[in-house]
């Protein structure tokens, strides 16, 4: 009663003595651990919701039909609590939050979300490498997810930051097919053919190149600038059938 009159404080110290009854039955002492969670979690000390979820779900028999939502309850308790961190401008410690949480209930609606959050924080503290980390396995694990192309964009630029190369490139390929904005897919083309020609990957470099020219003809500077560099390529690899192509083809444009 004193919970659903909102008086948390009260009701978790009217709980607490239940609990730690030995002549309390079961389902008194799971009700009042659960009186005691939902209230510390709506006064928002989400630490100690957290340890009192534990309890509720150490307490209840496996098949209890209330176990999924408990366990909801949990992983909320400690996404709440890297949100806390986050707001108070501890990234680190909030992303360690993120992350405990979607460990814990790896099967809760915001793990998603939460290892999503912990990658995110990493980035804003220029932690690439486990930034990298958590959205690589991030998106193996959810490859439909609504944020899955914006994941591919945040990889394409830590595999870069990070001096992974190829990686970056083929990222950045991947941002050019599915990009809606003209001017950031035609970046993404150009970022795509100059890091596998960086990488030395010279066939897909000039796939990329061919790509890039065939997609963006203007502004004709760029478009030029590919057609000389598939000119340069191919004379490398003695095809001179394709340099003559682009030599060409640098004259016509």
Do not use: M
């Amino acid at each position: 009663q004193l919970y659903a009159l909102k008086e948390y404080d009260r009701a978790v110290l009217a709980a607490t003595p239940v609990t730690t009854n030995a002549r309390a039955p079961q389902d008194l002492k799971i009700s009042a651990w659960t009186v005691i969670a939902h209230a510390e979690f709506d006064s928002e000390d989400f630490h100690k919701a957290e340890a009192a979820y534990q309890q509720v779900l150490a307490e209840i028999a496996p098949g209890d039909a209330q176990r999924a939502a408990l366990r909801d309850k949990l992983a909320a308790s400690i996404y709440k609590q890297g949100d806390q961190a986050r707001a108070a401008g501890d990234l680190s410690q909030a992303a360690i939050h993120f992350l405990r949480g979607a460990q814990t209930v790896p099967e809760s609606s915001i793990a998603a979300t939460a290892r999503y959050d912990a990658a995110a924080a990493y980035i804003s503290l220029k932690q690439f490498p486990e930034a990298t980390r958590v959205l690589e396995a991030w998106r193996r694990d959810y490859p439909d997810h609504e944020l899955n192309q914006d994941s591919t964009r945040k990889l394409a630029v830590l595999y870069r930051e990070t001096g992974q190369v190829q990686q970056a490139a083929a990222e950045f390929e991947k941002v050019s097919r599915f990009e809606t904005n003209a001017g950031l897919k035609q970046e993404a083309g150009w970022t795509a053919a100059s890091l596998y020609d960086e990488a030395g990957q010279t066939a897909k470099a000039i796939a990329a190149y061919e790509s890039f020219v065939a997609r963006f003809p203007a502004p004709v500077e760029q478009a030029v600038e590919a057609r000389a560099r598939l000119e340069e390529l191919y004379g490398q690899a003695g095809d001179r059938s394709r340099q003559t192509h682009w030599r060409q083809d640098i004259i016509r444009a």
